[in-house]
């Protein structure tokens, strides 16, 4: 019984416990804050001022040469000596780099041998046929005061030298008539003028034959002392026309042959084309040079100018003579004046100076400024300028579907009005139509 009684006042003890601990815990529930109003923020303003606006493009440029030259051997081989390092100050003229040029040197030695061999034929032929020449006059000369005394001898020698001048004079009128027919390309007039020219020589060929007939007819000369005459005469004549033209055409063919010797040898050659500085090098000692790729780039370091690439956006709004103001990115003190030189084609109406130039403006500087190759550089130009115009910072207008408005701020609240848009800037917008000086503008 009393076991019972024991935990009969057990379990109400634990429920006064419990219930004392749900009192405590309604008591201690805090009391929730309310929200605050969230604060609008206010929207800027702008006044429509009246001043300047300038529409400028600025881009960034790069300091290079004006005269720059990207070499290459015109054939390929292996690289044999590399006669500069990058930074070098070289003159023109001097061997850069050249390939394997064994073959090509022997090729220009065997052809200048060929030359002084066929230089040296000519030269003695030309001396022995003077010297025959010499001596065929004598003879003609011996074989007329021979045949007759006096002066009929001198007078029927004189005829047959006149003879003789008139058939080289012939030779000569038929050699440039024929060269000028074969020629396609001829002046008409030309040909017509060397015809006259070979019939008048024919006419004079004809005449002192006649002369000479009359006074040999007349000068009792016999048929044996006629014949040694005749015979002296045709020697001499042929002699008058010269030696054959063979000999003149193996020493043109040899000038040619070492002219082609010469041109291969400087094909493996990177000669420098003019005093200047060595840029960069793509090739060494024993690597491989394919023809026409650029292995050396050097250029002339006392005349620098602007380089920039630029997109077709930008260069239509450009044109040569444009003035340009240059700031130099590390020096931004320092202040240039410049103008634009050249354009790429359409926009300059021409060709760029290399295929590669096809988006770069080059822009000349008025002075140096101790310019440094490579600098880069900022590059203002001014598009078009206005004076006392309406303007808003761009923050000012909106624009929805086409539509340019800005929102005016009036007494009675605000209004939307519909605006006409000038030239820009960074920072100013020109308003043509919609606005007034003074008035405020309500932003976004």
Not at 85 to 110: F, M, P, Q, Y
Not at 274 to 297: K, W
Request: proline share 4%; net charge negative.
């Amino acid at each position: 019984m009393m076991k019972k009684v024991a935990t009969l006042i057990g379990l109400l003890l634990i429920l006064g416990a419990a219930a004392c601990s749900q009192t405590g815990s309604l008591e201690g529930v805090a009391t929730p804050t309310p929200l605050p109003t969230p604060v609008v923020p206010e929207k800027p303003q702008y006044t429509v001022e009246v001043g300047t606006v300038v529409n400028a493009l600025t881009f960034n440029g790069r300091i290079s040469p004006v005269t720059e030259a990207n070499l290459a051997f015109e054939t390929s081989g292996l690289v044999s000596t590399v006669n500069v390092s990058e930074g070098d100050d070289v003159s023109a003229g001097t061997v850069l780099a050249e390939l394997d040029i064994s073959s090509e040197e022997k090729a220009v030695r065997d052809a200048e041998q060929a030359l002084i061999e066929a230089q040296r034929k000519l030269e003695e032929a030309e001396a022995e046929h003077a010297e025959k020449l010499l001596q065929a006059e004598i003879s003609l000369q011996k074989n007329m005061l021979g045949q007759e005394d006096g002066d009929d001898g001198q007078t029927l020698f004189n005829l047959e030298r006149a003879v003789a001048q008139a058939q080289t004079a012939v030779n000569n009128a038929a050699q440039q008539y024929q060269a000028a027919l074969s020629d396609q390309n001829a002046d008409p007039d030309r040909l017509n003028a060397l015809a006259q020219q070979l019939e008048n020589a024919e006419q004079e060929l004809l005449l002192a034959q006649d002369n000479l007939e009359e006074a040999q007819a007349g000068s009792g000369v016999s048929t044996s002392d006629e014949l040694d005459r005749i015979q002296a005469e045709l020697e001499y004549t042929k002699l008058l026309q010269g030696i054959g033209p063979e000999m003149q055409w193996a020493v043109e063919k040899a000038e040619q042959a070492l002219a082609e010797a010469r041109e291969n040898l400087q094909k493996a050659q990177l000669i420098a084309p003019f005093d200047g500085r060595i840029l960069s090098i793509s090739i060494q000692r024993g690597s491989s040079a394919e023809p026409f790729q650029t292995a050396v780039v050097m250029a002339q370091l006392d005349a620098l100018e602007i380089t920039a690439n630029l997109d077709a956006s930008d260069l239509e709004q450009l044109s040569v003579g444009q003035t340009a103001q240059i700031s130099l990115i590390n020096r931004p003190e320092t202040v240039l004046n410049g103008t634009v030189r050249t354009l790429p084609y359409p926009y300059g109406g021409g060709a760029g100076e290399s295929d590669d130039d096809e988006t770069v403006v080059r822009i000349s500087i008025d002075s140096d400024a101790n310019l440094t190759l490579g600098e880069l550089a900022e590059v203002t130009i001014t598009l078009q300028e206005k004076e006392n115009v309406l303007w808003l910072p761009p923050a000012a207008i909106r624009h929805f579907q086409g539509r340019d408005f800005v929102v005016v701020q009036q007494a009675g609240g605000q209004q939307r009005v519909d605006v006409r848009l000038g030239i820009e800037s960074e920072d100013r917008v020109e308003i043509l139509e919609g606005v007034e000086a003074g008035q405020t503008i309500v932003g976004e």
